[in-house]
């Protein structure tokens, strides 16, 4: 996956529908006159989306799907933002005026619907504070606040309207706070019970990963002066720390010097110490012939939560690129890739961290891209390496012959998207894995020894499986997806394993019902992370809908639309979308949906609990 990191599949069908070609573009007009969307788009795009194929959507497409806001937003923060580098405000608004046919709509303000008092959250058992909930990645509530029997009861509270087109990241819940980003590049804090903002922070980029929030000493301070501090990463590769109580900057740190770098995975704090993956744009980057392909690694950056200072980076790719000649005489440089998508998963009792890579960007053989990693907490150092394709090199519109920067032969994209699962406590312990490719991978946690494997879906470079399954222990959940980009359809399943031997125990396939959107793009494909709570599994579909399963046999016992249109708290009237990427969270007894996919617009959170 390397810079779609699972949010570049998201975001190709638009940020395709914006650029194509060298990143600079210069008006066709003078200063005083108001850029020609027509002559850009004519410059800039109609060979891409005048002569669609593939992936690229075709201009029409784009304007009847698309709004102007979601190509702005794709231009100046999302996954085409290196190749519109050079554009001005005016040059992209003028763009995205042509194609869509339609003017930006203005947003809601940023902290309308403000709350009276200030925030003053506390830490407690029932919160979810991590993308993977825990260290083991399990994504299992174990105090939720409601039981299995009253989730057939759980009703719709409020609804928030993100700026923005899409509903990414994940929300972090801390006694009666709700964190939380979209793709309009802004982090808010919300009031769990009614919605209402305490305050909003610009990160002045798209904001993908999750959110973690935690008690940590200011730096200098006296530990009774700790700060509640979120960290976050964003679109341009920096990683955020802020006051989660007044939404203050307290730091930020750029993690990687590469100039088109970004944070999609989720950090993972420990003992005052972040574990923060890093990801690329590298892949779309290298679609133009022209760009020096390829150059990035991915890596695990250690960073002093309190002081945002690095202590260690192990690359997953360990050897630094060099030039390299082709057989047809281009010169390439090698290796590169092994993105890093997902948060890593820690093992404190044996100093461990596993983390799942990406695929290769080149030719050029490398041991650790498509692999599961097991780096030593202490120094970044590797302790073993579970590779299972070493020949998936993957680079944006390329179809395999040898020109440009395409590699030759071109490899699936069967990246490792999802945080591996750590079960067991005290007797057998295991590392259950899910890629792309639709395999899921039983590994030893100790060595990286293959136990077992089991193919759930056929694979696929949108992801067969893609971003969280869960465990509670007993079962291994997992969400599955035969998403087809062209038609925009597909069905999914959620199938529940044995931990131990990967027997399958269950397997639900997704309702074949009508979108709220229409018969266009209603894909019943499960993408999103799952999350569990004691004998219940939620799930959310790209039909829009919100399920919960069964944890015993998988059947559905509550079900909630999440695509029409709502009022939102805020005070604009928006509307939900295809459920994708981060997945929902429970906590303190009510559960946070997010709505909206670049797949299928919406910009929605949802907060539910049960009828009183």
């Known amino acids: 996956m390397s810079l779609k990191a699972a949010a570049l599949r998201a975001g190709l069908l638009l940020g395709l529908a914006l650029t194509c070609g060298p990143a600079q573009v210069r008006a066709q007009a003078g200063a005083a006159t108001a850029p020609d969307g027509a002559a850009l788009y004519a410059a800039r795009c109609s060979a891409c989306h005048d002569h669609a194929t593939g992936r690229i959507p075709p201009k029409v497409l784009i304007s009847v799907t698309r709004s102007a806001e979601d190509v702005i937003d794709t231009l100046a923060l999302g996954v085409m933002r290196p190749q519109a580098s050079g554009l001005s405000p005016a040059q992209i608004r003028a763009i995205a005026v042509y194609i869509t046919g339609k003017e930006p709509v203005p947003r809601a303000a940023p902290d309308a619907n403000a709350c009276r008092g ?3 959250p506390h830490p407690s058992p029932g919160d979810w504070r991590s993308w993977g909930y825990d260290l083991a990645s399990s994504r299992f509530q174990r105090d939720p606040g409601f039981t299995a029997a009253e989730v057939p ?5 409020w609804t928030f309207a ?3 087109r899409a509903a990414f990241s ?7 706070l709700v964190i939380t980003g979209g793709t309009g590049g802004r982090l808010f804090a919300l009031d769990t019970h009614s919605g209402c903002t305490h305050w ?8 993908r990963t999750g959110i973690v929030v935690d008690e940590m000493p200011a730096a200098g301070a006296p530990d009774h002066h700790a700060h509640l501090t979120a960290w976050f990463g964003d679109d341009k590769g920096t990683l955020h720390a802020i006051d ?12 990687d010097d590469h100039p088109i770098t970004r944070l999609v995975g989720t950090p993972q704090l420990y003992h005052g110490v972040l574990y923060a993956p890093v990801s690329s744009f590298e892949e779309v980057a290298a679609a133009d012939p022209k760009y020096a392909c390829c150059t990035f690694r991915g890596s695990l950056v250690a960073v002093d939560a309190a002081k945002g200072a690095i202590l260690w980076r192990a690359y997953t790719v360990r050897e630094r690129p060099a030039a390299v000649k082709t057989v047809d005489g281009r010169t390439l440089f090698g290796p590169a890739g092994g993105s890093i998508f997902s948060a890593p998963t820690l093992d404190p009792a044996h100093r461990l961290i596993y983390v799942g ?7 050029v053989v490398t041991d650790s891209t498509n692999a599961v990693l097991a780096i030593r907490m202490k120094d970044g150092s590797r302790a073993w390496t579970h590779q299972v394709a070493k020949n998936d090199a993957w680079i944006l519109l390329c179809s395999g012959t040898p020109t440009g920067n395409c590699p030759s032969p071109l490899g699936p994209d069967f990246d490792f998207a999802s945080s591996p699962l750590l079960i067991g406590e005290g007797g057998r312990r295991y590392l259950v894995a899910g890629a792309k490719s639709g395999i899921v991978y039983g590994l030893d946690p100790d060595n990286g020894k293959r136990l077992w494997e089991k193919v759930l879906a056929a694979g696929t470079p949108n992801g067969a499986i893609l971003w969280a399954p869960a465990s509670d222990g007993e079962r291994v959940y997992v969400a599955t997806s035969e998403y087809d980009p062209q038609t925009r359809k597909g069905p999914g399943a959620l199938v529940a394993l044995v931990p131990a031997t990967g027997a399958t125990l269950w397997r639900t396939p997704t309702p074949d019902v009508a979108c709220a959107w229409g018969a266009d793009s209603c894909s019943h494909a499960l993408l999103a992370g799952v999350a569990v709570i004691p004998g219940i599994v939620f799930a959310g579909a790209m039909d829009g809908y919100i399920r919960a399963y069964d944890a015993s046999d ?9 695509g029409p249109e709502f009022d939102a708290v805020n005070g604009v009237r928006a509307h939900g979308g295809a459920i994708d990427y981060g997945g929902q969270v429970i906590a303190n007894g009510m559960l946070f949906v997010n709505s909206g996919s670049m797949r299928q617009p919406g910009n929605l959170l949802l907060a539910f609990s049960p009828e009183n």
């Open 357 to 363: 890579s990406g695929d290769s960007y080149t030719n």
């Open 118 to 120: 200030p925030a003053d």
């Open 170 to 176: 994940q929300p972090a819940v801390v006694g009666d």
């Open 554 to 562: 998988g059947h559905i016992v509550w079900q909630f639309d999440t």
């Open 244 to 255: 989660a109580r007044t939404g203050t900057r307290l730091w930020t740190l750029r993690l």
């Open 162 to 164: 993100y700026p923005g």
């Open 153 to 157: 009861h759980l009703k719709l509270r």
């Open 200 to 207: 909003s922070y610009d990160a002045g980029a798209l904001v």
